[in-house]
């Protein structure tokens, strides 16, 4: 059944946002009680199988998280990077959180995402033949997460992505009152930025929480 020949698009997307509400917001219900290998991992899994889509074709030799939290995320990466023989993690936060997952290919770094110190330490784990996707989920805000795209876009490689999370914030569709966020930045990025371009493709299981937020590098 194909929903796109069924239904008028105004009525696809009020569906589609109308079942993304009812799945992002009750507290504790899904993605905020979403483990991999029993540690939490605060995605949607269509996301995740989209990660793993990418990280098939692309064939990244580093993924860069800003954004660790739990580690849940960085060890899914990890795992993937196993099962394709290929790749490491270098996941970035302001915080320290015991316990996180151990696994030969993450490594954790301590500080904001933006700061030179961290991206200089970054940059120390890239050569000139490393393909690199990066994934932003840090602070949401519309300023950092700009500063971000402008800083790690160009450690992209021609064909990888820089996917921004979490774009559905700010009533795309949910929160309706957060305030200019990730969606936002996106918009002001591609306005500067010719060089990546919306992969609408990634989308297509209908509901993902990063919503024009898989950014494909084209030139």
Not at 66 to 94: E, K
Not at 136 to 160: C, F, P
Not at 191 to 218: H, Q, V, W
Request: aromatic share 10%; net charge negative; charged share 25%.
């Amino acid at each position: 059944m194909n929903l796109k020949k069924l239904l008028p698009h105004k009525s696809q997307k009020r569906i589609v946002d109308d079942f993304h509400k009812l799945y992002y917001h009750p507290s504790g219900r899904t993605w905020s009680n979403t483990y991999w290998l029993g540690v939490p991992c605060q995605k949607c899994p269509l996301d995740l199988w989209i990660y793993q889509e990418i990280i098939f074709d692309v064939r990244p030799d580093i993924m860069i998280e800003c954004g660790t939290a739990s580690g849940g995320s960085a060890c899914f990466l990890a795992s993937l990077c196993d099962l394709v023989n290929n790749g490491r993690v270098i996941t970035i936060d302001i915080e320290d959180q015991p316990d996180r997952p151990q696994h030969e290919r993450i490594t954790y770094l301590s500080g904001s995402s933006v700061s030179e110190e961290i991206v200089r330490q970054v940059k120390q784990f890239i050569s000139d033949r490393d393909k690199v996707v990066v994934l932003l989920d840090s602070n949401h805000t519309k300023e950092h997460v700009l500063q971000e795209l402008r800083i790690y876009s160009k450690l992209v490689t021609l064909g990888s992505y820089i996917i921004v999370e979490d774009t559905n914030i700010n009533g795309h569709p949910v929160h309706l009152r957060s305030g200019p966020g990730p969606m936002e930045a996106v918009e002001a990025f591609l306005e500067e930025n010719e060089g990546f371009a919306i992969d609408s493709t990634k989308e297509k299981f209908y509901l993902t929480f990063n919503p024009n937020g898989y950014l494909k590098r084209i030139k």
